[in-house]
């Protein structure tokens, strides 16, 4: 089976955690921690980064860091992974969702503004499989309306807006290192920020809210959302490797581009012009008027043995939202065809040309025949 993704660990990292079980850090103190998180910060020109268990605690920090009454609204795109929402509701706060755009896959900014209230306090915009959202006017309404900006960054890691990393553009910004994101660390993620009083009360709430003056005295709940010295010892040696990664990923986009482009019945990933794409994952969509649909396409391409995921399905339709009576009645076309008609399929690190080959062939033979 050639699968979606697979993590690519080599002798760097091996060296980094002997060195972690060696010398006994293998708790969340230690060197590898604080290297990580400069580094990390550093490569996404922030000041600081503050390394936690995994994207969605990142997430979940990150609204908590915001200190906003509950109720609040925070607008994200209707079509991302639960995390973002739950980070929300989690914390007692209202998700406001837009639309996303058909070509980019990331919400449509344009949306954003008919959906500000007096109760709005925040927009989380999210960097779609690799493409940057539309970031400058998304800025400008954030500065008209006095909205704080959370950007998750998990998907993108070394994309690029105009020039700036993302990651750089938020109050606030979160990565996950999952196994399948670009960089990774097994289970990981990071909240960054410029901003020394959101860095301070991010490094309390994933750790207790301890307090300084007296241990086991607590002014606040916060969460065990600690990142281990093993993980970050990873971390320190894959984001060494981040440009090579991302060339990598963009070359196996360019070589599906180049062989798929012809075939009529498929919309393909795209790269706006201001924009970097490090296509964390290749998605296709595939035309309403196809005798296939996502879901037998993917089990066509499962028996040649090659593995594919469905898109999202938008935070409009989710059961469990709908049973706390969130988005009734909301439609947001475009996610809901995406989600119905999106998959992508491999495009992990490891993968072969002629695996690549394979993939391209046995899509234009069920595609086109
Ligand atoms: C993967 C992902 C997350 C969650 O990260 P985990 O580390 O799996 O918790 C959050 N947001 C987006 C956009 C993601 O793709």
């Given amino acids: 089976m050639i699968l979606v993704s697979e993590p690519v660990v080599g002798p760097e990292e091996l060296a980094n955690i002997t060195d972690c079980l060696t010398s006994g850090w293998i708790s969340s103190a230690g060197k590898y921690i604080d290297e990580f998180e400069s580094s990390w910060a550093a490569y996404c020109g922030m000041k600081y980064g503050v ?3 995994n994207g969605t605690a990142a997430l979940e920090i990150a609204v908590t860091c915001l200190d906003l009454e509950k109720g609040s609204e925070i607008i994200l795109p209707s079509f991302t992974i639960i995390s973002c929402a739950q980070a929300i509701t989690n914390q007692g706060m209202v998700p406001v969702v837009v639309d996303c755009e058909l070509d980019t896959w990331c919400m449509d900014v344009s949306k954003i503004e008919e959906k500000i209230t007096s109760k709005t306090k925040a927009i989380m915009p999210v960097h779609m499989y690799g493409h940057p959202v539309d970031m400058d006017p998304l800025i400008k309404l954030a500065e008209k309306y006095g909205l704080k900006i959370i950007e998750d960054a998990a998907e993108v890691h070394g994309g690029e807006y105009k020039g700036r990393k993302c990651g750089s553009m938020g109050d606030i910004s979160t990565f996950s290192f999952y196994a399948n994101k670009l960089i990774t660390t097994g289970e990981g993620g990071m909240v960054l920020t410029n901003n020394s009083e959101y860095a301070e009360r991010a490094q309390s709430l994933r750790n207790l809210c ?8 607590h002014n606040k709940i916060g969460f065990n959302y600690r990142m281990t010295n093993m993980q970050a010892a990873l971390g320190v040696a894959q984001v060494k490797k981040i440009e090579s990664i991302v060339e990598k990923k963009r070359d196996i986009a360019d070589y599906y581009t180049q062989h798929l482009k012809f075939v009529e019945s498929i919309q393909l990933p795209i790269e706006k012009n201001w924009a970097k794409n490090v296509y964390w994952v290749y998605g296709i969509i595939l035309d309403s008027d196809h005798v296939e649909t996502a ?3 993917a089990a066509k391409l499962r028996e040649v043995g090659i593995e594919t995921r469905p898109f999202f399905v938008g935070m409009h339709e989710q059961p469990v939202f709908k049973d706390r009576g969130l988005f009734l009645g909301e439609h947001y076309p475009i996610t809901e065809m995406i989600s119905d ?4 399929i491999p495009s992990g690190l490891n993968l072969t040309v002629p695996q690549q080959d394979k993939i391209i062939r046995e899509l234009i033979f069920i595609l086109e025949k």
């Fill in 295 to 297: 879901v037998t396409l």
């Fill in 210 to 217: 301890f307090e300084r003056e007296r241990r086991f005295k």
């Fill in 51 to 53: 390394a936690v268990s």
């Fill in 341 to 344: 008609r999106g998959l992508y």
